[in-house]
C-alpha cells in the first residue's frame, strides 16, 4: 500500500508538462511562424521532431536549447531555417501557459504541503512560470541550481540535501509529475513515494516528452492536477 498524503511534508513537482503546458507553447509558437510563413503544420508530428532533436547528444539547457532544436526540425517541417525563429520559439517560453488546473490545485495543496519545484528548465523561464502559477513554491530547484538535469540522481540528491537540512528526508517527500522518462523511473529507483500525473491520457504516444525504456507503475495516478488535489482534500478530511 502506498503512503497516505497526510504522511508527507513535502511534495517536490515536476513543472514543464507536468503544471506548464510546455506542448501547448511550442505547437501554438510553430503554427504562428507557419502561418507567417504560408504554411501548415501537424502540431503532433511537430512534437515528435521536437523530442528527437532536443534528446540529441550536443543538445543544450532548456528553453535556450529550442533555438538548436528549431534549426533542426524547421526544414523537416518546411519552415524558415532562419536563426530569428529559432529565438521565437525560445522567447515564447516566457508565455506558455499553466494547464487550467495548475495554479489552483497547487493553491490548495499549498495548504497542506510545502511545494518544491524541480524543473530542468532555467531560472529565468522558471520565473515566468512561476508566475502563472501563482508563486505557490516553498523552494525552487532548477538546472541553473543543480549544474545537471533530471533523470539524474544527482538532481534529487540536492533536494534531499535541502530537506535534510530542515531535519526531514526524502520519506517526508511525494514526487509529482508527468513524464515517466525524466522522473517516475528514477524517483521509484531512489525509493520515492511518487504520483504519475498521466497529461496525455486522452492522446497517443509521447508527444514532446522521450518515450521511457520501461514503464513504471507509479504510487498514484491521476489524469489531472485537479484530481490529485480532490484526493488530497478528501485524505485529510477522513483524518479528521
Not at 72 to 84: F, R, S, Y
Request: charged content about 25%; overall charge negative; aromatic content about 10%.
Amino acid at each position: 500500500m502506498a503512503k497516505g498524503f497526510s504522511e508527507f511534508k513535502y511534495m517536490t513537482f515536476d513543472v514543464v508538462g507536468t503544471l506548464i503546458d510546455f506542448e501547448g507553447g511550442i505547437t501554438t509558437c510553430l503554427a504562428g511562424i507557419a502561418a507567417d510563413a504560408g504554411v501548415a503544420i501537424d502540431g503532433e508530428a511537430a512534437l515528435a521532431l521536437y523530442r528527437q532533436a532536443r534528446y540529441m547528444p550536443d543538445a543544450g539547457l532548456f528553453p535556450d536549447d529550442l533555438v538548436r532544436v528549431y534549426m533542426v526540425i524547421a526544414p523537416q517541417l518546411g519552415l524558415p531555417a532562419e536563426e530569428k525563429y529559432g529565438v521565437r520559439l525560445r522567447d515564447s517560453a516566457s508565455a506558455w501557459q499553466g494547464f487550467p488546473d495548475s495554479a489552483v490545485a497547487l493553491a490548495e495543496l499549498a495548504k497542506s504541503h510545502r511545494l518544491i519545484a524541480m524543473t530542468n528548465a532555467r531560472r529565468w523561464a522558471l520565473d515566468h512560470f512561476e508566475k502563472q502559477l501563482g508563486s505557490p513554491f516553498f523552494a525552487t530547484f532548477t538546472a541553473d541550481d543543480t549544474g545537471t538535469e533530471k533523470p539524474d540522481p544527482a538532481f534529487f540528491q540536492k533536494v534531499f540535501d535541502f530537506v535534510a537540512s530542515r531535519g526531514d528526508c526524502k520519506d517526508d517527500i511525494l514526487h509529482v509529475a508527468q513524464s515517466q522518462h525524466h522522473d517516475i523511473g528514477i524517483s521509484r529507483a531512489l525509493g520515492m513515494t511518487n504520483c504519475w500525473i498521466e497529461r496525455r491520457h486522452a492522446q497517443k504516444g509521447y508527444g514532446g516528452t522521450i518515450e521511457p525504456e520501461r514503464f513504471t507503475a507509479p504510487d498514484h495516478h491521476f489524469t489531472s492536477m485537479a484530481a490529485l488535489a480532490a484526493a488530497v482534500r478528501e485524505s485529510l478530511k477522513e483524518r479528521t
